[in-house]
């Protein structure tokens, strides 16, 4: 088992409602699902992915929830090009530069 | 009773402590608050916040006039019409937005009564605002923000934003889809006693108020005159109201004051389904509308922000359409910036084409782009969740089905939304509220405030009720 260090910036993550205690005035489809979250911070503890943990958040705060990856990334890009948009581009300098 | 109960009974207790205004002084007869009052009380002179925003480097943003995209308005109008497209940069505050301008004074007020630090909660810029401006000020600061679906599948535009927010130090606390995120921010103020950063508190909407103030000084220094229409983004009306309150305050008493919003009708707020079938977090009109109708659905007692107080003029504008004249605004202008503004400029840029030449329309803020933020990632999002793409009649676009691109600029047309309309329901929630239509004098006189009418207008919508 992945030993994680005790200091070591993870991401953890726990049910903050469940299913049953949930608002009574919201979507059958949300209502269905528990609500759940999701922070950062440095492990109190050694620990291994998907133990129960504690972390100190960037706020100095202490959270607890299991352990869901270790040095957690940053995952956004510029997605697939949309060749629609350069399209628009293309149409718009014509129209405005080279069309009088 | 469950903990969710429990923690939503302490909610005024908690708001009390977290915010530190007494709301309960406002209060009047009935249904009627005295507003003003609440705003110079709990806010700030222009000065006051002239200073406190130089202080933290935000504001004073320029304005640039868009040339080439009201030389295409104008190819489009009939001769003699298409009004001088202007808009104000806000991408320049630091973070990025005009929601600087509104962090600035909350990070203030927080850092004057002795709070160690902020919690805010937004999927937006106003975060990323919070966090930049509490870095600057060395106080903590935590972000609430409603982030992914059940399937763990996140809108690209508010991961974006927890990256800023952390980039500034912030924590962020990310949630799935419910408005039980109002339990969370409660139960972390509690366990913080951090100060509420809420959007809606007087001093969220004073500091917009010089966004407004500036528009009028610098049309005035550089063209000698106040523009004839002011297009705004609307969601919790908190721009609007405090654009409209500054332009008020420098005396452009003419400008016409116009709401937009993207049009998301049919996809419920909150919805797991629906949550990334929008391709708008924010200035739509699942915001735009419940809180100009009911503006006390905030998180606060009594919202500051109360936009059917200053609206002349309300439209809808098609995802399509907007994602469309970003594209334009890179293209034509050089400008390359996010959706927010975008919404007020496709507004803009049909109505300039109504409106003379000699005229000026102003959109008065831009955001900053990036990864996530930008039109390509949304789009590109969209069409992974199965909503089709393609070049068309915007009329025609379904939101959550559909986004259609105008296959000619000629086909961008805002639509009017029926602020009468707006202000009937706003009216039915007042006397929902009072139980009946029973009002005293000075609940008339509140009721004209609030719906921008006077006693014939107000007794026509009483009578169709």
Redesign the interface.
């Known amino acids: 088992m992945e030993n994680v260090k005790k200091g070591t910036w993870v991401r953890i993550h726990s049910i903050?409602?469940d299913v049953k205690?949930?608002?009574a005035n919201?979507?059958e489809?949300?209502r269905s699902?528990?609500?759940?979250?999701?922070?950062?911070?440095r492990l109190l503890e050694d620990a291994a992915v998907g133990d129960e943990v504690e972390v100190k958040?960037?706020?100095?705060?202490i959270a607890a929830g299991k352990l869901v990856e270790v040095n957690p990334q940053?995952e956004?890009?510029?997605?697939?090009?949309?060749p629609?948009?350069i399209?628009?581009?293309e149409s718009?300098?014509s129209?405005?530069w080279r069309n009088k | 009773m469950t903990h969710y109960d429990e923690m939503m009974a302490k909610k005024n207790q908690i708001m009390h402590s977290a915010i530190g205004i007494d709301f309960d002084a406002f209060e009047e007869d009935g249904i009627s608050f005295d507003y003003e009052r609440m705003m110079k009380e709990a806010g700030y002179t222009i000065e006051e916040l002239q200073d406190i925003q130089a202080e933290f480097f935000v504001g004073n943003t320029p304005i640039i006039e868009l040339t080439n995209l009201t030389a295409l308005a104008r190819k489009l109008a009939p001769e003699g019409y298409g009004a001088r497209i202007f808009i104000k940069d806000e991408a320049t505050n630091p973070s990025g937005s005009f929601k600087a301008r509104r962090a600035s004074i909350a990070v203030h007020e927080a850092r004057k009564r002795g709070y160690k630090g902020l919690i805010a909660a937004t999927s937006g810029n106003y975060g990323a605002g919070v966090a930049s401006l509490a870095a600057k000020a060395g106080l903590e600061c935590i972000v609430v923000q409603e982030t992914y679906d059940s399937r763990h599948v996140g809108q690209p535009e508010i991961v974006e934003k927890a990256r800023a927010c952390e980039a500034y130090g912030a924590e962020v606390l990310q949630l799935s889809v419910g408005p039980e995120l109002f339990y969370k921010f409660l139960q972390l103020l509690e366990d913080t006693g951090y100060f509420n950063a809420s959007l809606y508190t007087p001093f969220g909407i004073a500091g917009v108020e010089t966004l407004g103030y500036e528009i009028a000084m610098q049309m005035r220094e550089r063209y000698g005159k106040d523009p004839e229409a002011v297009v705004v983004t609307n969601a919790g009306g908190g721009n609007l109201t405090g654009t409209a309150r500054g332009l008020i305050k420098a005396g452009a008493l003419n400008t016409r004051i116009v709401a937009a919003s993207v049009d998301l009708s049919g996809l419920h707020m909150a919805s797991d389904n629906d949550f990334n079938r929008k391709s708008f977090t924010t200035g739509h009109t699942g915001f735009g509308v419940p809180f100009c109708t009911n503006p006390d659905r905030s998180d606060v007692p009594r919202s500051a922000a109360r936009p059917l107080r200053y609206i002349d003029e309300y439209y809808t504008i098609r995802q399509g359409e907007v994602f469309y004249m970003t594209e334009a605004l890179a293209n034509l202008e050089g400008l390359e910036r996010g959706p927010a503004g975008n919404t007020s400029l496709a507004v803009a840029f049909s109505l300039a084409q109504k409106m003379k030449e000699d005229e000026f329309i102003l959109v008065q803020e831009t955001e900053y782009t990036g990864a996530g933020k930008h039109l390509n990632p949304q789009l590109s999002f969209a069409r992974e969740n199965g909503i089709d793409i393609f070049f068309g009649d915007p009329k025609d676009e379904v939101p959550g089905k559909n986004i259609i691109l105008p296959k000619d600029p000629s086909m961008i047309e805002a639509q009017v939304l029926d602020v009468t309309g707006l202000k009937r329901s706003y009216l039915r929630n007042q006397i929902n509220k009072k139980g009946s239509k029973d009002f005293s004098e000075r609940e008339m006189e509140y009721l004209r405030e609030e719906m921008k009418v006077n006693q014939t207008e107000l007794d026509k919508l009483l009578q169709e009720l």
């Open positions: 903050a409602l205690e949930r608002a919201i979507p489809d949300t699902v528990p609500l759940e979250q999701w922070t950062k911070g958040t960037a706020s100095g705060r940053y956004l890009n510029y997605g697939k090009l949309v629609e948009l399209e628009i581009g718009l300098r129209m405005l």
